[in-house]
């Protein structure tokens, strides 16, 4: 009896890879996207939920499942406003543990950041920090957060400005050592790649650094 999945952010960089990954592998009867928008030519394996991301709760009938894929995150020049930021890259991913833990879903993965810090002085580091410190706070017995670097790989949509300073990051790459190493690019292939192999491996609730992500991509 196969598994099901939910994924959160499927349409993005890294959810759009996890998707496919879950798509193709045999272990996973079912996997559910909750979205914001109609997603079009999804194979029958793949059930789709559309409705306000920010009010989550309204799912909670439909949120079962046995993992759940937490890829939702935004940008400052998407959502400038710093209050409706907060409530996407802290919010969802938070009502999305809370749902896991009210629904016994006892494998919960969330795309984090780099330098995430409740402490912090800048507004994304600490709404990173804050959001893991109260996803940790569910006592979900699986809990994976990732910190990956800048997320490389190739974007549907065109930002040029973001697609320039990537470029100039790969060529001044080499430069990262010692323990500069955990700012190298984070492909989203990879992070995908980890958070698959985590939610069926032994191991339990962990912070998953940039470089361990690159590790676990090989597996």
Avoid: W
């Avoid at 300073?165 to 060529?171: A, M, R, W």
Wanted: hydrophobic residues 35%.
């Amino acid at each position: 009896m196969g598994k099901t999945a939910i994924i959160l952010g499927a349409t993005g960089l890294t959810g759009s890879h996890l998707l496919q990954k879950l798509i193709d592998d045999d272990r996973y009867k079912t996997v559910k996207l909750f979205s914001r928008k109609k997603i079009e030519g999804l194979p029958t394996k793949v059930k789709l939920f559309v409705g306000n991301m920010l009010e989550l709760e309204n799912f909670k009938k439909d949120f079962t499942g046995d993992e759940v894929f937490c890829c939702i995150g935004t940008t400052a020049k998407n959502t400038p406003n710093k209050e409706t930021y907060k409530k996407i890259d802290f919010g969802i991913p938070l009502a999305a543990a809370k749902l896991s833990k009210e629904n016994n879903i006892s494998t919960f993965s969330v795309v984090s950041a780099i330098g995430a810090n409740p402490k912090s002085s800048v507004f994304y580091s600490k709404t990173k920090g804050e959001m893991e410190q109260e996803v940790l706070q569910q006592n979900i017995l699986n809990t994976y957060i990732l910190q990956p670097s800048i997320i490389g790989g190739n974007r549907n949509e065109s930002r040029i400005g973001e697609k320039i300073g990537l470029v100039v990051f790969k060529i001044v790459q080499p430069l990262f050592l010692g323990k500069l190493k955990k700012y190298k690019i984070t492909e989203a292939e990879d992070i995908a790649q980890a958070m698959l192999y985590l939610a069926n491996s032994s191991s339990k609730s962990q912070i998953i650094t940039s470089e361990k992500i690159k590790e676990l991509a090989i597996n």
